[in-house]
């Protein structure tokens, strides 16, 4: 299967569907992909079409598929240059989670799992929530109780029961942590951790083969929301499959945007480990991205080292004026996909082109808190 624990390196068990390596605690990890341009299947829509490269799933397991993935590339103008919009707000859940909970929900069915867990800002809630619903497995999403009313009220809508979780972010894990120890059948409870189950960073990567096919080569640059880092990752590992594949000579440079209120991962890729007990959960616009402590901070700054990448913080008071430019090119995103207009202005002297932004989630998901 290639999923192995980061830790200890034993592989990831043949049954059930652990979020954490039973022998050691360590988070499991899918280090390398593998991208076949002979295998993609052009008869499929989507994600599907990468399938080959979704490690983790046999190919005897059905997909569990709501039409994600095949998001428009939008070029505007933006600062002076033309800058492509990777519009992944537009896949079904309104957000780019839904890439990943697709391979997860799949993955879940297929070992046997009837009852999952997980814990979200909101729009993985929503997003697993929806895809547990195609798949007929029993949800129960965790999220802050100030979480934005419509990620809240799509997660009850799909029939999934809601637990709101007063306290930071950091909270509502732990919330959800203290619940499965309480179960009485854990082998049928699954914590659909979209932090912690590699299986969704292969759908992730997916978003980089659609921008190789649609530029028709490897950007110069790409700029992502970043607060588990998932997709940011995700993206960077499929660039890393292509040039493996012979496919593009070069890597773009990965640019991941926090809110400064919370951005672990700048400061630890500026300062470093010593910087870790001074890291904030302040309140922030941009919600999606309010995370203290990422799991694979590890990798992510092992992308910077390796010189493909770097973070860069949004102030709070530029969150809302760099949602209302976005819209005024018709691309209605909410603040946590925003900070990214920030982020161009501060960078995008120093950016290789061609630059692509990834507009992460829907400006619908924010319209109740907005007034």
């Given at each position: 299967m290639?999923?192995?624990?980061?830790?200890?390196?034993?592989?990831?068990?043949?049954?059930?569907?652990?979020?954490?390596?039973?022998?050691?605690?360590?988070?499991?990890?899918?280090?390398?992909?593998?991208?076949?341009?002979?295998?993609?299947?052009?008869?499929?829509?989507?994600?599907?079409?990468?399938?080959?490269?979704?490690?983790?799933?046999?190919?005897?397991?059905?997909?569990?598929?709501?039409?994600?993935?095949?998001?428009?590339?939008?070029w505007s103008q933006a600062f002076g240059q033309q800058i492509a919009f990777k519009c992944e707000f537009l896949n079904p859940t309104g957000s780019f989670k839904d890439r990943g909970s697709a391979l997860i929900s799949t993955f879940l069915k297929y070992r046997g799992v009837t009852s999952a867990l997980e814990d979200s800002s909101g729009n993985a809630g929503a997003s697993i929530a929806a895809y547990s619903a195609r798949a007929g497995i029993k949800a129960g999403i965790?999220?802050?109780?100030?979480?934005?009313?419509?990620?809240?009220?799509?997660?009850?809508?799909?029939?999934?029961?809601?637990?709101?979780?007063?306290?930071?972010?950091?909270?509502?894990?732990s919330a959800l942590e203290a619940m499965l120890q309480e179960e009485d059948s854990p082998a049928k409870v699954a914590y659909a951790s979209h932090a912690s189950l590699p299986v969704n960073i292969p759908g992730y990567a997916t978003t980089a083969y659609e921008i190789f096919e649609q530029l028709g080569c490897a950007p110069g640059a790409v700029v992502v929301p970043a607060g588990q880092g998932g997709l940011l990752l995700g993206i960077y590992r499929g660039f890393l499959a292509l040039k493996r594949a012979g496919l593009?000579?070069?890597?773009?440079?990965?640019?991941?945007?926090q809110a400064r209120a919370c951005s672990p991962l700048w400061v630890l890729s500026t300062v470093g480990m010593s910087a870790?007990?001074?890291?904030?959960?302040?309140?922030?616009?941009?919600?999606?991205?309010?995370?203290?402590?990422?799991?694979?901070?590890?990798?992510?700054?092992?992308?910077?080292e390796a010189g493909h990448g770097e973070f860069v913080p949004v102030d709070e008071a530029d969150i809302l004026p760099g949602r209302d430019e976005l819209a005024k090119r018709g691309l209605y995103v909410e603040p946590t996909s925003a900070i990214v207009w920030s982020a161009l202005e501060q960078k995008i002297d120093h950016l290789p082109g061609p630059v692509v932004v990834i507009l992460t989630g829907s400006g619908y998901k924010f319209a109740a808190r907005s007034k």
């Open positions: 290639n999923i192995t624990c980061t830790n200890c390196r034993r592989p990831y068990p043949d049954t059930s569907a652990p979020y954490k390596c039973p022998s050691c605690g360590g988070l499991y990890d899918i280090p390398e992909l593998e991208f076949d341009p002979a295998r993609v299947d052009r008869s499929q829509r989507g994600i599907w079409r990468y399938r080959h490269t979704f490690t983790g799933l046999p190919a005897d397991c059905a997909p569990v598929s709501l039409g994600e993935g095949a998001t428009p590339l939008l965790f999220v802050p109780a100030a979480a934005s009313g419509p990620k809240r009220e799509q997660v009850e809508n799909f029939g999934a029961h809601l637990y709101p979780v007063d306290g930071p972010r950091s909270e509502v894990t593009t000579g070069s890597i773009p440079t990965m640019l991941g945007v870790l007990g001074f890291i904030t959960e302040g309140q922030t616009l941009a919600e999606g991205v309010r995370i203290k402590r990422p799991l694979r901070a590890g990798a992510l700054l092992q992308m910077v």
